[in-house]
């Protein structure tokens, strides 16, 4: 009898030991909107499970999940827990983030590499002073790749927008599809394809990137890009700070231990190498025609978008926030 209270005693134990081990692990759900063959979804969050994993011992992963909320619900989503983390476009909320439109600024040269590391480095620097992202923790911030005119006709000058459907998103791509005089489709990026598909819109300000992660390419065949630089989005990775605030001190520092310009960097490195994809598979199966701005198409394009950049100093001013300052330290870091 005594032997087998003792053999009871110690299954118990271990059985405690196993729950206590089970219980120490945490599956973070992050959510996602752009469909499954979107970078964020095969290589960002993929890359930042492994990377807790790893620095976990594999008691900290990363589950995918997909249509929780529509993208300009997103912050709220994470913000109030229904997810632990995922990403949010800054203009999508109208009105809660002006700093973050430093980063979408026309006339900024770069790849989404270059200036996710300068944008990460200045919202450290200045932009947090603003303190514009609440509830969450900011992991990262970053943009995609160089903005994009993506037409189903040809157009060689921005001059031929005027009156034009297109959707131009949020942000400083509404002010650059104002100043160019565009007929401006405010809709989430998921919603583009059937926009054009429809005749709503006759095409879109993108990245290359979606001509295969959203299938542009179908439906717009011509693409003009701006070496001067045309636009882009600002984006944030951010994690509910319930979510931050009850993980384990060893979890935490995983998280710690990714956040920052060196997660910024790799995140954009994932958006270049998309907007190589969706040019080569745009080409291949679609025949894109992608065409280079001319000198004049350019000089009549930073003519027509001159003041966009005073007016985003103002705001950025109005948050306490050195708008000049900040700009020229972002554009110094863009390497």
Same mark, same amino acid.
């Given at each position: 009898?005594?032997?087998? &209270?003792?053999?009871?005693?110690?299954?118990? @134990?271990?059985?405690?030991?196993?729950?206590?081990?089970?219980?120490?692990?945490?599956?973070?759900?992050? &959510?996602?909107?752009?469909?499954?063959?979107?970078?964020?979804? #095969? %290589?960002?969050?993929?890359?930042?499970?492994?990377?807790?994993?790893?620095?976990?011992?594999?008691?900290?992963?990363?589950?995918?999940?997909?249509?929780?909320?529509?993208?300009?619900?997103?912050?709220? @989503?994470?913000?109030?827990?229904?997810? =632990? +983390?995922?990403?949010?476009?800054?203009?999508?909320?109208?009105?809660?983030?002006?700093?973050?439109?430093?980063?979408?600024?026309?006339?900024?040269?770069?790849?989404?590499?270059?200036?996710?590391?300068?944008?990460?480095?200045?919202?450290?620097?200045?932009?947090?002073?603003?303190?514009?992202?609440?509830?969450?923790?900011?992991?990262?911030?970053?943009?995609?790749?160089?903005?994009?005119?993506? #037409? @189903?006709?040809?157009?060689?000058?921005?001059?031929?927008?005027?009156?034009?459907? $297109?959707? /131009?998103?949020?942000?400083?791509?509404?002010?650059?599809?104002?100043?160019?005089?565009?007929?401006?489709?405010?809709?989430?990026?998921?919603?583009?394809?059937?926009?054009?598909?429809?005749?709503?819109? =006759?095409?879109?300000?993108?990245?290359?990137?979606?001509?295969?992660?959203?299938?542009?390419?179908?439906? @717009?065949?011509?693409?003009?890009?701006?070496?001067?630089?045309?636009?882009?989005?600002?984006?944030?990775?951010?994690?509910?700070?319930?979510?931050?605030?009850? +993980? &384990?001190?060893? %979890?935490?520092?995983?998280?710690?231990?990714?956040?920052?310009?060196?997660?910024?960097?790799?995140?954009?490195?994932?958006?270049?190498?998309? =907007?190589?994809?969706?040019?080569?598979?745009?080409?291949?199966?679609?025949?894109?025609? $992608?065409?280079?701005?001319?000198?004049?198409?350019?000089?009549?394009?930073?003519?027509?978008?001159?003041?966009?950049?005073?007016? /985003?100093?103002?705001?950025?001013?109005?948050?306490?926030?050195?708008?000049?300052?900040?700009?020229?330290?972002?554009?110094?870091?863009?390497?």
């Amino acid at each position: 009898m005594k032997k087998l &209270s003792i053999a009871i005693a110690t299954a118990v @134990t271990a059985l405690g030991f196993a729950t206590t081990a089970t219980a120490a692990d945490k599956v973070l759900v992050a &959510s996602h909107w752009a469909g499954p063959k979107h970078t964020m979804a #095969t %290589h960002v969050f993929p890359w930042i499970g492994e990377q807790l994993k790893e620095c976990s011992g594999g008691s900290l992963t990363v589950k995918i999940e997909n249509g929780l909320a529509p993208p300009p619900a997103q912050y709220d @989503t994470i913000r109030d827990g229904v997810a =632990d +983390l995922g990403w949010i476009v800054h203009g999508y909320t109208p009105g809660k983030f002006l700093t973050t439109k430093l980063a979408e600024l026309p006339g900024v040269p770069g790849n989404a590499e270059q200036i996710s590391v300068a944008y990460q480095m200045t919202q450290e620097k200045y932009l947090a002073a603003a303190k514009e992202a609440k509830g969450v923790q900011v992991l990262a911030n970053f943009v995609h790749g160089p903005g994009m005119l993506n #037409t @189903t006709k040809e157009i060689l000058s921005y001059k031929d927008l005027k009156g034009m459907k $297109l959707r /131009v998103g949020g942000g400083v791509a509404n002010a650059v599809g104002k100043a160019l005089g565009v007929a401006g489709v405010n809709v989430p990026a998921p919603a583009v394809y059937e926009t054009i598909a429809s005749g709503v819109a =006759d095409g879109v300000f993108f990245p290359a990137e979606t001509l295969y992660s959203f299938k542009v390419a179908e439906l @717009t065949k011509y693409a003009l890009s701006n070496p001067d630089g045309m636009y882009t989005t600002s984006f944030g990775l951010i994690m509910s700070n319930e979510s931050y605030e009850g +993980l &384990s001190d060893e %979890h935490r520092a995983c998280v710690d231990g990714m956040r920052g310009v060196e997660m910024a960097r790799r995140i954009g490195q994932f958006w270049d190498q998309a =907007d190589l994809v969706g040019i080569a598979a745009a080409q291949k199966d679609f025949g894109l025609v $992608l065409n280079e701005a001319s000198d004049e198409a350019r000089a009549h394009y930073k003519e027509a978008t001159a003041g966009i950049t005073a007016d /985003v100093l103002k705001e950025v001013d109005s948050r306490g926030v050195d708008g000049k300052a900040a700009l020229e330290y972002m554009l110094s870091n863009i390497k």
